[in-house]
């Protein structure tokens, strides 16, 4: 009887084991299947399809799961307090993610649009999972394939050379790591279809109005004043080097590093030009543009030579100081001296 105990222990022992074993086995497939609805339970509520993720969630949907998983993360670093910085472009390239994650949806189905979710993290809710990813610098997109199981690997890093191209590269590195179709990044119109009817609506009723002025010569393009304006304008925005400017994105001044209260208008050095530079330059170079219009179209016509003499003389020596205030200005710059050329005979 001893041994019929012991071996019905043993036996109850066995099943007990293999009964937690069978359980076990089933358990992860349901969980799976478990973070997978959640995932797109999550994805459901984002307009974009982007879902926002906190240190609970990295935990729960990549570190509580191991790998193999049967999804994959897409996960885009930001920081809101970094968003001043207008050079790493962080809310222009959450947008782009957004599409890139809106065209896949539009462009997936089914079993498809399970195997990729599109998440963003935030730095100061999610401090522990950019140290996990070992992310010290931004922009930054990460993707943790289904069979990654350590998060600091950066093999699935996209490279930031990729960014220029904003969400065409995002979508290319997509289909090059996962095998996933992402489709033509469809951009939202630049006007929605109401603006545009009442757009419509508006030409429609002003134009016969405009056709009336038209013909009476009394629009905006038959006043000479706006056209005197316009050109002027285009003359200063010529000579004061503003495209320079706006394509470098130069600033009007700089803060001196000696004294932090003063401001630094004029940058000793070729290789660098302040956008108040350009302005100064532009305003002398202007008032002698001017000056030289005044002469030829409106001082010809006074018939008083004295006046004529007169203001000739003024205008003569504004337009000498004006431009030796330029030459100054590019010695000071440059280094290089420009010296007036006299004949030798008047030597």
């Not at 009964?19 to 973070?35: Q, R, T």
């Not at 189905?109 to 599109?118: P, T």
């Not at 305003?283 to 543009?289: A, E, H, N, S």
């Not at 000056?291 to 000498?320: C, G, I, K, Y």
Request: a positive charge; aromatic letters at 12%.
């Amino acid at each position: 009887m001893a041994i019929n105990k012991k071996l019905a222990s043993l036996l109850f022992l066995l099943a007990t084991v293999s009964s937690f074993a069978s359980s076990a086995s089933f358990s992860d497939p349901d969980s799976d299947s478990d973070l997978v609805n959640e995932l797109v339970s999550l994805r459901s509520n984002s307009e974009s399809g982007v879902i926002h993720l906190d240190d609970h969630g990295i935990s729960k949907f990549l570190i509580s799961s191991p790998a193999p998983r049967p999804y994959s993360i897409l996960v885009f670093f930001d920081a809101t307090q970094l968003h001043s910085k207008t050079e790493l472009r962080l809310q222009e390239l959450r947008r782009e993610f957004a599409l890139v994650s809106a065209t896949f949806l539009a462009n997936n189905n089914g079993s498809d649009a399970e195997k990729l979710f599109f998440c963003e993290i935030e730095f100061s809710r999610s401090q522990t999972s950019f140290q996990r990813f070992g992310v010290n610098a931004l922009p930054h997109i990460r993707l943790v394939s289904g069979s990654t199981s350590k998060l600091s690997d950066e093999s699935g890093q996209m490279d930031q050379s990729d960014f220029a191209r904003l969400a065409e590269s995002m979508a290319e590195f997509v289909e090059q790591r996962t095998k996933l179709t992402v489709g033509p990044i469809q951009r939202p119109p630049f006007l929605s279809k109401a603006q545009i009817s009442v757009i419509v609506a508006l030409i429609v009723i002003a134009t016969p109005f405009v056709i009336k002025r038209i013909l009476r010569g009394e629009t905006l393009l038959h006043d000479r004043r706006l056209w005197l304006s316009g050109a002027i304008f285009i003359y200063f925005f010529s000579v004061a080097g503003t495209m320079h400017n706006i394509i470098r994105k130069m600033p009007m001044f700089l803060q001196d590093r000696n004294d932090p209260n003063k401001l630094v208008f004029f940058y000793q050095g070729s290789g660098m030009q302040l956008g108040a530079e350009g302005f100064a330059v532009g305003f002398l170079y202007t008032v002698v543009g001017l000056l030289l219009a005044f002469v030829t179209n409106v001082l010809v016509r006074v018939r008083n030579l004295n006046v004529q003499r007169s203001v000739m003389l003024v205008a003569l020596f504004v337009s000498f100081w004006a431009v030796k205030k330029v030459v100054y200005l590019d010695n000071w710059k440059t280094g290089y001296g420009i010296h007036p050329y006299w004949p030798s005979s008047w030597r």
